[in-house]
């Protein structure tokens, strides 16, 4: 694995590696130094394909997504808030749930989605907790613990969970041991005071990390976060769970990768 000073990091492969196509980003990360990864969407591939790429590179899966809809949609970011859409929500968890079995994953992400326009911001997060709730069930007994991640306004204009503690309330009424939350570092730093402080406190609920930096999104380094503080609190507080690495390379993947002993300090 990538590991530096007993932090692990995942490559995300609908983010890194892009110059190539999709298939071929498995021995590239392994070649680059991952042993594990993670990406949204599994869905246009076979499991089976999948699985045999990631056993030919000697990765593990980590986390996938729940389905969503096509980009540019409004279902881009999920059906779990949407009113009169239970039915395709469920249809995608135990979709996702048959996946990240079969690939091995830790974690199915469970995208909450936008508020519908004409939908009140209670209705919607009232069908998203009903949603949560069953998918939790329904998970049970799977090995597969769900992730509900809040993403910034800025980005995601109406998205249901606006902010850590937000998501953590929901993570907390349903049972943590079933539901955690996924702290993504870029989001964060937009959407809270004080990124650091927002990475500690919920640092305890927290089941998995993704990292990019802001504004721009590229690797760590590149935009204002204040990375080596950040990493110092995930070594101060011991977390030993996986890093995402969901960022856009300013430049070429594996050449950007100098980042890892530069800001992990």
């Known amino acids: 694995m990538i590991l530096h000073k007993g932090l692990r990091l995942d490559a995300n492969l609908k983010w890194l590696f892009t110059e190539l196509p999709f298939e071929e980003r498995f021995d590239a990360a392994a070649a680059a130094g991952f042993t594990a990864v993670e990406y949204a969407s599994p869905y246009p591939f076979p499991a089976a394909t999948l699985a ?30 949407l009113p009169g859409r239970a039915a395709e929500f469920r249809a995608g968890v135990e979709l996702g749930l048959d996946y990240a079995v079969a690939l091995g994953s830790s974690f199915l992400h469970l995208p909450a989605g936008i508020r519908p326009e004409g939908i009140s911001r209670d209705r919607a997060f009232a069908q998203y907790v009903v949603n949560i ?24 204009p109406g998205f249901i969970l606006d902010g850590q503690a937000h998501a953590a309330a929901v993570s907390d009424a349903l049972g943590e041991e079933h539901v955690g939350l996924l702290f993504d ?26 990292i990019a930096d802001a504004p721009g999104r590229a690797e760590p380094g590149t935009g204002d ?27 070429e993947t594996a050449a950007g990768l100098t980042w890892v002993k530069e800001q992990i300090r």
């Open 52 to 81: 045999r790429r990631l056993a030919d590179a000697g990765l593990a899966q980590i986390l996938i997504n729940s389905p969503t809809g096509e980009p540019g949609s409004p279902e881009r970011l999920g059906y779990a808030c």
């Open 133 to 156: 709730a069953w998918a939790a069930e329904r998970a049970r007994g799977t090995g597969i613990r769900l992730l509900l991640e809040a993403q910034n306004e800025q980005d995601a």
């Open 185 to 210: 570092v870029y989001h964060a730093s937009i959407d809270e005071k004080d990124v650091v402080a927002a990475l500690r406190e919920f640092l305890p609920k927290t089941a998995h990390i993704q």
């Open 225 to 251: 976060v204040p990375w080596p503080e950040v990493f110092a609190t995930l070594e101060a507080e011991g977390y030993d769970g996986w890093i995402g690495c969901e960022y856009r390379p300013a430049t």
